[in-house]
């Protein structure tokens, strides 16, 4: 008997048993993150300023996941690049994907996906500010597993609550490997950006 099971309720467990997924614990396999990054300007930094007093501000009262997205998450990437060419943006995208013996089907919508036609470059999961980060990864690992045009490439994730934010490279070569990297948003939010334009330029290479 087939079962189905929805992206927001996958476990960690689940993910190891019927996908064979395995935490990288080679130092090196999520490296981009400790490599030179751009110096921002001096507009960057203030428009990321911005951002955070904005946070501040509202988190005066609950913020829901479209507030994240709103407040948080369209100013990183709209500075980071991601709505330039090559690249374009797809909100809600439905996705499934099957282990090997196909008695497990996981379906889901991925928050943000960032892609480069055919390639899926980033899944991006926003969370509501007050959930932990722990949920949004297993479904962005499993969204990310669904790629099934970057078998041969790293698919990259990140996942923000307003507070934090995770990043997350997944390989899927022979065995499925994945690495964590997380941030305290306010702590690095300059940080931030410059992360993710290095990815994008990463990206850029793999998808010219």
Request: hydrophobic fraction near 45%; glycine fraction near 6%; charge should be negative.
């Amino acid at each position: 008997m087939v079962q189905i099971l929805q992206g927001k309720d996958i476990t960690l467990a689940q993910l190891i048993d019927e996908f064979g997924l395995q935490l990288a614990d080679d130092e090196d396999f999520f490296s981009e993150w400790r490599h030179d990054l751009a110096e921002l300007s001096d507009l960057e930094k203030q428009s990321l300023n911005e951002v955070k007093a904005e946070y501040l501000h509202l988190s005066k009262y609950p913020i829901l996941e479209p507030v994240v997205k709103m407040v948080v998450l369209s100013p990183l990437l709209r500075l980071a690049g991601f709505y330039q060419p090559p690249f374009y943006i797809a909100s809600e995208q439905e996705v499934k994907i099957s282990s090997e013996d196909e008695g497990t089907i996981i379906r889901g919508r991925i928050d943000i996906l960032v892609f480069h036609p055919p390639f899926w470059v980033l899944v991006i999961e926003a969370k509501r500010a007050d959930y932990s980060l722990e949920v949004g990864i297993l479904q962005a690992l499993a969204y990310m597993l669904a790629n099934a045009g970057g078998n041969d490439k790293p698919t990259y994730g990140f996942v923000i609550n307003g507070r934090e934010f995770q990043f997350i490279k997944l390989t899927k070569q022979d065995t499925p490997r994945y690495a964590l990297q997380r941030f305290r948003l306010l702590c690095n939010i300059v940080f931030s950006l410059p992360l993710l334009s290095y990815h994008r330029f990463q990206l850029l290479g793999r998808t010219s």
